[in-house]
């Protein structure tokens, strides 16, 4: 059995990938199946049969992440890939779900090649509430297995209607047993290496005509609440040279953003996507405003430079305007750098299978990133058609989900053959 | 009796303005008499008895404008002054009520002054509906006095619960049986001319220190919506090449209409008080916009360049950040004109009654520019603090209020001694 030829079975693949989005479709090609929902619960139901039908180890912990484990030739900690299954209202098919299944493939695909066991256990999971849609934070199933938050807190998270986590849960029968693997409170050893695979969600594979991305990291991100206090005034009467604009204040945020972009350059990107003015009449000058902006990179250093130009020009502004401005940040992470071994093992096993490749970064979050806090990690992507993501027109060339399948499970078997880093 | 040498009695406006003041006040130092509500009635019977009281003969026509006479040595067509006492909904206690009393007292100070009588007929008025705010449009009572609009229209138009004017207009009391005296349908003649007193609303005299303000116009109005179309994409997947950026382009348009009031100069002014950006998500590039875009100046020709400007940056965003943009006129009107002897028979009134004085136009609508159709028309603006109006905190120095009435009186008394143009 040469491991380097094996290759997962594509219309297992698409199958299952078909089965699992008919659980809550939304009728338009999307899918709906809010985390800790009867939907999620369906959905889990029908990954946990599969992998029970393939004899693996299945565990679920206290947040109900499931981790199903496929034996080594030694007790070794596993070499774990995955994602989640849980989407947004107005979810895709692709979103998370591939990973999953393409990591269920990798186990299916090694276990029908006449057993072959690796050096090292692999383990495919999916992470609970990855999306935040309901329950905040996003990340949240990740975030307690590696440490960063302890069950309790999550399990007191609440969502709109006042709803428990730790009570859906139990309602829909995913409360574990299981302790988490990260740091304490939590005991446990954590994997020997992470591995995601997702859709790109953007438009730059498809763009450039690259089938797969070797994953750098995640972006930084810095969202912060601008708001703007002038004077509401007659937009006949008032003079120009009377007016302090709200809006006008408001408005030059959002074109010196572009601005800072360009200067900036590289990864980085900043938007002004939420704005409003008060009291957003035609014939009356703005009396305040708000708005919010966000600006991600892959470079800690770049992104507090934008930052700070971000702050020379809302200091201008107050002064030229006349008006007071108060910033609120909203959130701010530093980038996360994936491991560079496993960020070049991606890129040498796309390029032996004949794929095209690039190195690039993510503009969302995944999972993926809190692993990275506890073991060497990287995340590969195929391309988005359009861009498009968090919407029904969420879609990805079969083609292109067989190849990451494919480099998913070279990658694994790769790993998991290692004695040690 | 010298005529040059009357003046108005202080204390007797400035009674008549608190007493009128009472009538729907709320609380916090403003008025709320919206049109042809039980305050507005109340205010109406106030004024009617204090006309009565005076012996002067009222007549109220039928869209409820009341114009009391106070005869003269002939009966040649009267000089005609007022405003309106409807407020809006926050409105203060100055917009429209000074000029109408200011306009009571004018004749009274004329009938107490041994009985006064000029060479024409004097008239005080006031006109329904001036605000709008109820029944739109504004200035509706004068727009149908001078035949712009007819009574039968006028009777027809409903408020935002369905009521029909002609119903509340008969249900207060005020359906009057005398036809208004604009061009046909409606007979009769128009005044000799026509005078308003009102306050500026805005800052422009009480920042250059100036008592009086002799009005020259009222500015041409241009209200344009903009709608924005581009593409809604994740703000952190999406490079800053690939947008097409509604919300990005919209900002632009609202730096753009700033720096055209600059280029253009003058009386120009131009405001982006309206916008709305979907979906208004910190972490979305908005896929659409809409704003609207209020432009006035007093020359048309400048206004019509400031539009152009517009159009000329509508395309240009649309090119350079690939987003659909469509526009729609929401309201256009022409400048106004004052008539040149009637402003300078304001001016040099004012400078002989020591007062300072300054040439300027009226960024807000008035009844006299409806009046302005029919006969020679002029405005007297005294200072609004801090330009607030539509506002509880509008407030005009006494010194001010009684000032401005003065001058009213000596206009009017000019203007009623001529036997011609």
């Keep these: 059995m040469n491991l380097a030829e094996l290759r997962i079975n594509p219309e297992r693949l698409l199958g299952r990938l078909e089965a699992l989005a008919e659980i809550g479709d939304t009728g338009d ?11 999620d619960r369906e959905g889990r139901d029908l990954v946990v049969g599969w992998m029970r039908d393939l004899g693996l180890e299945v565990v679920v912990d206290v947040v109900g992440n499931v981790v199903a484990t496929y034996p080594g030739q030694t007790g070794e900690t596993p070499v774990m890939f995955g994602s989640h299954i849980d989407t947004v209202r107005t979810g895709g098919r692709y979103d998370g779900n591939l990973g999953v299944l393409a990591g269920l493939e990798v186990i299916e695909t090694l276990s029908a090649a006449a057993g072959v066991a690796l050096h090292r256990p692999v383990a495919v999971a999916f992470f609970t509430d990855e999306e935040g849609s309901r329950f905040p934070p996003d990340m949240l199933g990740s975030l307690v297995y590696v440490g960063g938050m302890t069950a309790e807190e999550a399990h007191d998270v609440r969502d709109s209607d006042g709803i428990r986590l730790g009570d859906d849960l139990a309602r829909i029968g995913y409360l574990g047993p299981a302790p988490c693997p990260g740091p304490a409170p939590c005991p446990g050893p954590a994997p020997f290496a992470f591995v995601e695979l997702h859709i790109e969600q953007g438009p730059v594979l498809e763009h450039e005509g690259v089938r797969i991305g070797a994953v750098t990291g995640v972006q930084g991100i810095s969202w912060t609440e601008v708001r703007i206090a002038g004077q509401s005034n007659h937009a006949g009467t008032t003079p120009m040279g009377h007016r302090r604009d709200a809006g006008y204040a408001a408005a030059s945020v959002s074109m010196r953003v572009r ?102 970064a993510s503009g969302a979050g995944h999972d993926a990133q809190m692993l990275a806090r506890v073991c060497p990690t990287g995340m590969i992507f195929v391309p988005s058609v359009n861009g498009l993501s968090h919407n029904p027109g969420e879609f990805t060339e079969p083609p292109d989900l067989v190849a990451g399948a494919d480099v998913l499970l070279q990658v694994v078997v790769d790993l998991a053959q290692r004695k040690a880093w």
Excluded: W
């Excluded at 708005?291 to 130009?309: K, S, Y």
């Design 29 to 39: 090609g999307g899918c709906c199946r809010l985390a800790l929902t009867d939907e």
């Design 259 to 360: 601005e800072i972009a360009g200067e900036i350059g590289g990864t980085q990107v900043a938007t002004v996507g939420e704005m409003d003015l008060h009291p957003d009449l035609v014939n009356v000058v703005a009396g305040s405003a708000r708005l919010v902006v966000d600006m991600r990179n892959t470079l800690e250093g770049d992104l507090q430079r934008a930052e700070r130009l971000l702050n020379e020009h809302l200091g201008q502004i107050s002064a030229s305007e006349g008006v007071e401005v108060e910033t609120r940040p909203l959130a701010r992470f530093e980038p996360v750098y994936f491991d560079e071994r496993v960020i070049e093992l991606v890129q040498s096993t796309a390029q032996r299978l004949g794929h095209s490749v690039k190195r690039l």
